[in-house]
């Protein structure tokens, strides 16, 4: 390699030294201008970064003697919440949470805080507090068979043992019982063929007995159960006897 070669590797070298050398001075002088002209989170202006340096503050902050002091909205008409709800400031701004349960209308947290006490609550002394139906004189349920349970600002009406609430009212539960059957509910067609002829047989004994007595209107009568008791026999066993060989075959 010539001398001028080298040489002019070198100076190549030496010059992108010097751009890398000044790239960072710049991003350094660049951190420093930042961090000495940064103002505090309060201030949207300032002529340092001191918080008493303040020219001009953010929303939610007011400026005194160059500070950003935070604006209390809930002292202002700025912390206008709905009527069940009190106003809670924050650090530059405000929240409107919910008043509890006993009040209706609060100025803040708890139940000391009430306008008004709610429904099922009742002031004793500074709180509004529960009131328990359940222990007053006046019976809050009305049925002999409820039992009153007392709950957060009401009371429930729950059915005594053995009992469940039918039609808003409570009723004795139904045990399950076993289902008594009736004198002829067993019988077996065998039998009831056996007592079918039973019956017969005592309306044809007094028929015949009217009959030898010479009672004509007995007589027929006799006559006719004989006959028609003869027809259903067979009849009967006709079918019987039919079903049978339709079976075999």
């Given at each position: 390699?010539?001398?001028?070669?080298?040489?002019?590797?070198?100076?190549?070298?030496?010059?992108?030294?010097?751009?890398?050398?000044?790239?960072?001075?710049?991003?350094?002088c660049c951190l420093l201008a930042v961090q000495v002209h940064s103002c505090p989170d309060t201030c949207r202006k300032c002529s340092g970064p001191e918080n008493d340096q303040c020219v001009e503050c953010r929303a939610g902050w007011t400026l005194h003697n160059n500070n950003c002091v935070d604006i209390d909205e809930c002292g202002t008409e700025l912390g206008s919440c709905p009527p069940s709800s009190y106003c809670f400031n924050t650090e530059g701004s405000f929240q409107c949470r919910d008043?509890?349960?006993?009040?209706?209308?609060?100025?803040?947290?708890?139940?000391?805080?009430?306008?008004?006490?709610?429904?099922?609550?009742?002031?004793?002394g500074s709180k509004c507090l529960d009131v328990d139906e359940c222990s007053d004189r006046v019976l809050a349920c009305h049925g002999l068979d409820e039992i009153c349970t007392n709950t957060e600002g009401s009371f429930r009406c729950n059915c005594a043992e053995g009992f469940i609430r039918k039609d808003g009212v409570c009723v004795k539960k139904q045990l399950p019982s076993i289902q008594e059957k009736g004198l002829f509910e067993d019988i077996q067609d065998e039998e009831v063929e056996v007592l079918q002829q039973m019956f017969f047989g005592m309306v044809l004994c007094a028929l015949a007995t009217m009959a030898a007595k010479g009672?004509?209107?007995?007589?027929?009568?006799?006559?006719?159960?004989?006959?028609?008791?003869?027809?259903?026999?067979?009849?009967?066993?006709?079918?019987?006897?039919?079903?049978?060989?339709?079976?075999r075959r």
């Open positions: 390699m010539s001398s001028s070669t080298a040489m002019a590797v070198m100076l190549t070298m030496e010059v992108r030294m010097l751009h890398r050398n000044l790239l960072q001075a710049a991003w350094l008043c509890d349960p006993a009040c209706v209308g609060c100025m803040g947290n708890g139940p000391a805080r009430c306008r008004k006490c709610a429904s099922g609550y009742r002031l004793t009672d004509l209107v007995y007589t027929s009568l006799f006559m006719g159960a004989v006959a028609a008791m003869a027809g259903y026999w067979l009849s009967d066993r006709g079918d019987r006897l039919l079903d049978s060989f339709l079976k």
